[in-house]
């Protein structure tokens, strides 16, 4: 009787030590088997529930604990309540679901078709002003198209041409138009009045070279038989022999009298 009376004096953190280093196991081992923290199983040898964030919890602990070295989990839990008041009393589900205010829900409600058809009526009303005014803009946009394309356009990548102008204009405005022909492969000068090179180089045999030039053009032939010459659209009789070189000089045509 004596005995008995020992163990049940003994406290429940005192109980769970021994029985822990009977069973040859330390807290890290306890710790792992139970997953509840080294220091939360400290505190439990010692009598200290602090870091088992209440009654409840440490009423757990206790018997993970328990169990894991080697004591009857359902009788350490009784003496644990035994040496703490008592078990706990139960709580009635009613007092833990009941609300201690009421919880309005809001009423739920339909769709406001009300306010749904002004905004479509709204969107009808300005897509038909756009409409009529994109209109009107595609209409004045399309006219000056139209007006514009009356008149003649040249093409950005197409060059423009000029018409030659009558032989009688030209020579009004004193204007020389020497047209060149090669008859066999013959170096050739050309320089208008203000000295500017018109031409200097080789003409091969059968090539054909115009140029114009104001007031006058000067000609420098290295072979004067192995070109033919037109003036103004007229030819020019012989400029010379067989390789004899030649210098000629040809101005405007005079303009005709009225």
């Not at 139960?90 to 833990?96: H, K, M, N, R």
Request: hydrophobic share 40%; with cysteine; net charge positive.
């Amino acid at each position: 009787m004596g005995e008995a009376f020992a163990v049940q004096e003994q406290s429940i953190g005192a109980m769970l030590a021994a029985a822990r280093r009977s069973a040859g196991l330390t807290v890290e081992q306890v710790s792992a088997a139970t997953r509840i923290r080294e220091a939360i199983i400290h505190g439990l040898e010692q009598d200290d529930d602090s870091q088992c964030g209440g009654d409840f919890y440490t009423r757990g602990h206790v018997k993970a604990v328990a169990k894991a070295v080697g004591l009857d989990p359902e009788a350490t839990v009784h003496l644990y309540d035994q040496q703490h008041g008592g078990a706990p009393r139960p709580v009635a589900a009613s007092a833990v679901f009941q609300a201690d205010r009421k919880i309005h829900v809001p009423e739920r409600r339909g769709p406001n078709w009300s306010m749904a058809l002004g905004v479509a009526l709204a969107i009808v009303v300005v897509f038909g002003l756009m409409r009529v005014l994109g209109g009107a803009s595609d209409q004045v946009r399309t006219a000056d198209v139209q007006a514009a394309s009356a008149r003649p356009s040249v093409p950005p990548n197409m060059p423009v041409v000029e018409r030659p102008k009558p032989a009688s204009e030209r020579a009004r405005k004193g204007i020389v138009t020497i047209t060149i022909k090669a008859k066999r492969t013959s170096y050739v000068q050309a320089h208008d009045a203000k000295g500017r090179k018109l031409f200097a180089g080789t003409m091969k045999e059968g090539e054909t070279s115009t140029w114009q030039a104001e007031d006058r053009v000067n000609l420098l032939l290295a072979d004067a038989s192995a070109v033919s010459l037109q003036v103004n659209g007229k030819k020019v009789g012989r400029l010379g022999g067989k390789g004899e070189i030649v210098r000629r000089s040809f101005g405007a045509a005079k303009p005709p009298s009225r």
